[in-house]
């Protein structure tokens, strides 16, 4: 169901996954979408008409839709990852690999060093990927989570939890 918090919760989940600030925002759109009017868009302060919703999904290049209607959560998939480091290096070192038809996971690459720069997270082993973090790489490469998920683990970059059975 599509409530007036997620709607702004969309909005600014988009622009951030898109690594702008309020200010970026108003600056490449020609100042036709005002930064302070933004942010009480994403805060809920203010209403937002349908003629600024599409201004807004133009802009980031997203469907209206996109905007309007919660996202379809796959029942039983679980989207919290923990990514292999060690893998991660060994796959950076091959630059071959990485350049060869695959931008997608040269993006993938690019996040995570973002994620671990942000979350001061240097222990070089693993880095668990919050649903937050899965979903904002998802949506800056026009992919499902899903997909992001099959890409990381055709490059044997995922850790996965060993089903134990039920107790």
Known sequence: MTT??????????IRISQGLSLSDVE???????RAVV?????????????????????????????LLEAPVQTAGVSHRIVIDLRALKGLITDDLQITQG????EMIISFISSVIALRNDWNGE????????LNHVAMSLGKSTEEITHILRENRLLIEAKSTGSL
Do not use: N, W
Request: hydrophobic share 40%; charged share 20%.
């Open 4 to 13: 007036h918090q997620g709607v702004c919760a969309r909005i600014r989940s």
């Open 27 to 33: 600056l490449a759109s020609d100042h036709t979408i």
């Open 38 to 66: 933004l942010g009480s868009y994403e805060r809920g302060d203010r209403a937002l008409s349908v003629k600024k919703a599409i201004t807004i999904a133009q802009f980031y290049g997203v469907p209206l839709s996109y």
């Open 102 to 105: 695959q931008p997608a996971l």
């Open 126 to 133: 693993i880095l668990s990927m919050r649903t937050s973090d």
